[in-house]
């Protein structure tokens, strides 16, 4: 950190109004549920991908009633990364199913001249013929099911109910033309150097936490324009978010509800798991269960992720791993290396299509995983070239708290001209 750069007095701009430390009250959820807004965070919408049809259309219903009275809010950046991710997690989906259909293979029966006249061992080549035609229908039907999610263009269950519920009156966007950007930036410049949440703890990425902190203006941006309480829903467990002893999270962090507070005329800030969100408007006890077993990884074992790798049997670790690539696997197109190369090939809106994980090594204090990966870019066609392909190989770390980031990439992009390869 740059000394010259950092504000001594920094306290007094976080804490402008000393005597409302003590004097601020905020509300229990139980009191604001009713007239308060809802905003929702990026994972909150992907978790449905992995709960069932009936689960799905109970959150729906949920959503529904927050609607009705005008009450649920999506913010722009939410909307914009579950763009970019929620492939990722179909993605996932088409390549477990795949892997299980490709891991159905029955095993040869091998031809025993010796035993043919034996009763039993014709009884064993009936089922054995039994068996493999069973299997053959099985990834018959498994190769179909892929086809369907290979047709999900973005009409994959989870977006259709997202695009009958979440209409313009939902989705909240900051207006932020170029003077906004700059002033947006020196934000997140100041918060980074002086550690306020939220956002500073991505610092480190390719985006330097701005989603973060677009979530967070859109809802000081609601408190400001309706002066009522919101309620954030989120799986976000990191530090500039919470205040957290011996691994768990205890209440938001105070800069953001004092922060809110000033925003809002005395309202309250409160943010809370997508399970308890269900809990807190009247969801059924199994579809509460089904999103809490889906958010209980990171409730068992916070900050201790790596712990969690280890308890588990190789297929299993094999999945969770495909899992975290598959949902960060866009960020290694942004990391400096991989721009470097693809801003030398006439292509746009690059895409990572694939990735094979080649090795995990969890022996350390962090999971390394090996991959390799490929993907394309679309063309230019006002400059008539067909388009672009990238090829590469990376690494990942996954720590502690279950956080992905990307290194040692090397990466090779080029022009897709057929055989004639124009590299960059």
């Not at 498994?142 to 973005?154: A, N, S, Y």
């Not at 943010?271 to 579809?287: C, D, H, K, P, R």
Request: glycine letters at 4%.
């Amino acid at each position: 950190m740059n000394k010259d750069n950092y504000d001594i007095f920094v306290s007094n701009s976080v804490y402008p109004d000393a005597e409302s430390i003590f004097q601020f009250s905020l509300k229990p959820l139980n009191e604001i549920k009713d007239d308060c807004y809802v905003v929702i965070d990026t994972n909150t919408l992907l978790l449905p991908y992995t709960v069932t049809s009936e689960s799905l259309q109970e959150i729906r219903n949920t959503y529904l009633q927050l609607i009705q009275f005008k009450r649920l809010i999506i913010p722009g950046q939410v909307a914009r990364e579950f763009a970019k991710n929620r492939a990722n997690k179909i993605s996932e989906l088409h390549k477990q199913i795949s892997k299980t259909r490709d891991s159905q293979q029955s095993s040869k029966l091998d031809f025993y001249p010796i035993l043919e006249s034996m009763n039993e061992f014709q009884e064993v080549r009936e089922l054995y013929s039994k068996i493999d035609s069973h299997v053959k229908e099985y990834r018959k039907k498994l190769g179909e099911v892929l086809e369907k999610v290979k047709g999900w263009i973005w009409d994959d269950p989870v977006t259709l109910v997202y695009k009958d519920l979440f209409s313009v009156d939902v989705i909240i966007d900051l207006d932020i033309n170029h003077e906004k950007q700059e002033e947006i930036k020196q934000d997140l410049n100041h918060r980074s150097i002086h550690k306020i949440p939220p956002g500073y703890k991505d610092h480190s990425k390719s985006d330097q936490g701005i989603g973060d902190l677009l979530i967070w203006r859109t809802i000081l941006d609601i408190g400001h324009r309706h002066k009522q309480s919101v309620v954030f829903v989120s799986s976000d467990e990191k530090s500039d978010w919470w205040h957290r002893s011996d691994n768990q999270t205890l209440y938001p962090r105070y800069e953001l509800v004092d922060e809110f507070r000033r925003a809002s005329n005395q309202q309250s800030f409160h943010i809370v798991t997508f399970s308890a969100f269900l809990e807190l408007y009247g969801a059924s006890q199994n579809v509460i269960k089904e999103v809490r077993r889906e958010e209980q990884i990171k409730i068992t074992y916070k900050d201790d992720y790596i712990s969690y790798l280890n308890s588990l049997p190789k297929l299993e670790l094999e999945h969770v791993i495909d899992n975290l690539i598959a949902d960060t696997q866009q960020e290694i197109l942004d990391l400096e290396e991989v721009v470097d190369e693809t801003e030398g090939v006439s292509a746009l809106g690059w895409t990572i299509e694939d990735y094979t994980v080649t090795e995990i090594d969890v022996s350390g204090e962090e999971c390394i995983v090996k991959l390799t990966y490929s993907g394309s870019g679309d063309s230019e066609i006002e400059r008539g070239f067909p388009g672009g392909k990238i090829d590469g190989k990376a690494e990942a770390t996954i720590d502690e708290f279950g956080d992905v980031t990307y290194q040692n990439v090397s990466v090779e992009a080029y022009s897709d001209w057929g055989t004639d390869y124009e590299n960059a």
